[in-house]
């Protein structure tokens, strides 16, 4: 399979093309050149309030689960039921980001966000909130998350063209991994310091910042890709359109075999972060906010580093996601505070090299027209399966301890990366090219 990605744009008008801003931005660097485009930094602006603040509320909403329940499986059961909806509903939405309008999509998606994290800081502020109440805004955060997360991947490519589509995949990687890592890092700091309900009222505030950017952007500079003007095939068509797709292409394929183990078993810190602080180091909240901060310190030098890499490799790939399986096998068995705030930060980092390199080779790989089912399935294995992997987590801490647990998902992570080795090494041949990630 041709390892560029075709494209197709409306020609755009030289008045209605995006000022490039003064030279101040585009000395931040060659890491950073993307920013270059206003409608593009408006955009990374309000994602870096906006993903930050929607997973501080999902570390605030697990604490809330575990001090009101004290059950892992209870806190698993919670988590499930978020990204229920996501597991059963992103192919749909992949389906939908494919032929919706985004920037105005993603205007409703986020006011629904909200409401949603408005109505939730309300409920615990009046202390009337109940576990029943968690379960329905979770469901709903899950329902808006399917469709929200393909549309605003695939939206990148409409904001920065063709010629600076590279750049504004790995800083929209590094923007989306850094905030699932930094956002419960803040998240746990402000729980401890000032409570559950300001936490979540932050989050509410945060969506006005992407709201507001949003509604800035230039819609005549969005390099929109032409549209078939055939009938639209039916939507479970275009799903199997999609996985047939990915199915076939093994570049493709290889990658969601790594995302799938990863993504079930390895990227539930909202799950195995509060039960390690709890039921390992038997800490308090204070205690969780400094483990998620260390956590959220080395996604965060490893997200800055990401922008500046040159290639994306397989090899890179591998090797995150073996380090994050080794590192991860480490905190569980590790029962001393210093030295597993010092693994988790290494834990981060290794997640944010794996992350990033995933996110953009599929962006980079998958055609126009294929874009986001493509960035839809990658959505479904690394959050939708989290129902699955959460629910594990919780129902085997309850039973078998949470160090046993959290040892046996970092070696379910090492079984999925040894077998995506093993496809890689017989489909894949190893003449493939690389794919550039800087010009």
């Known amino acids: 399979m041709a390892s560029d990605v075709p494209a197709e744009f409306i020609s755009q008008p030289e008045d209605a093309q995006e000022t490039r801003a003064p030279s101040l931005l585009s000395r931040l660097g060659g890491g950073f050149h993307a920013l270059r485009i206003r409608n593009y930094r408006l955009f990374i602006f309000g994602q870096v309030i906006s993903l930050t603040g929607s997973w501080m509320q999902t570390t605030a909403e697990s604490w809330l689960v575990l001090k009101l329940t004290n059950s892992p499986l209870v806190l698993g059961t ?3 039921l978020q990204f229920l ?3 059963i509903l992103a192919l749909y939405g992949g389906v939908l980001a494919d032929h919706l309008p985004k920037r105005r999509t993603l205007l409703v998606t986020q ?3 909200l409401v949603q994290a408005t109505i939730f800081g309300l409920l615990v502020a009046t202390e009337t909130i109940q576990l029943w109440q968690i379960y329905i805004l979770a469901i709903f955060q899950g329902i808006v998350n399917a469709i929200d997360m393909p549309v605003r991947q695939a939206f990148v490519k409409e904001m920065v063209g063709r010629d600076d589509l590279v750049n504004a995949v790995a800083l929209n990687s590094m923007t989306f991994n850094t905030a699932r890592i930094v956002g419960p890092a803040i998240g746990g700091l402000l729980i401890a310091k000032i409570g559950i309900a300001p936490t979540l009222f932050l989050n509410a505030g945060s ?7 949003l509604w800035m952007m230039n ?3 969005l390099f929109i890709p032409e549209r078939s003007h055939k009938t639209p095939e039916p939507v479970l068509r275009q799903v199997r359109e999609g996985l047939s797709y990915a199915w076939r292409t093994p570049n493709i ?5 790594l995302v799938a183990a990863i993504g079930t078993f390895g990227y539930n810190f909202t799950v195995t972060l509060p039960l390690i602080a709890e039921f390992i180091l038997k800490t308090d909240a204070q205690g969780f906010g400094a483990l998620s901060s260390f956590l959220g310190l080395g996604s965060l030098i490893a997200a800055f580093g990401t922008v500046y890499i040159k290639e994306i490799t397989m090899r890179r790939l591998f090797l995150g996601a073996g380090v994050f ?7 569980a068995v590790v029962p001393v505070f210093g030295l597993t705030a010092l693994l988790l930060a290494a834990l981060g980092a290794a997640s944010i090299v794996f992350s990033t390199g995933t996110n953009s080779l599929l962006q980079l790989l998958a055609p126009d027209e294929l874009r986001g089912r493509v960035m839809s399935i990658n959505v479904l294995l690394i959050m939708g399966s989290t129902p699955i992997g959460a629910l594990l987590i919780g129902w085997f801490s309850e039973h078998l301890g949470v160090p046993i647990t959290i040892f046996s998902c970092a070696v379910l992570c090492a079984v999925g990366v040894g077998f995506g080795l093993y496809y890689h090494r ?3 041949s190893p003449q493939t090219p690389e794919l550039q990630t800087a010009p």
């Open 207 to 213: 969506y006005i910042a992407v709201l507001g950017a």
């Open 78 to 80: 919670m988590t499930t």
């Open 85 to 87: 909806p996501v597991m």
């Open 253 to 257: 394929l290889v990658i969601l075999i």
């Open 219 to 221: 819609e005549a500079a």
């Open 426 to 428: 017989r489909y894949i």
């Open 325 to 331: 399986s080794l590192l991860l096998a480490a905190v």
């Open 111 to 113: 006011c629904l966000f």
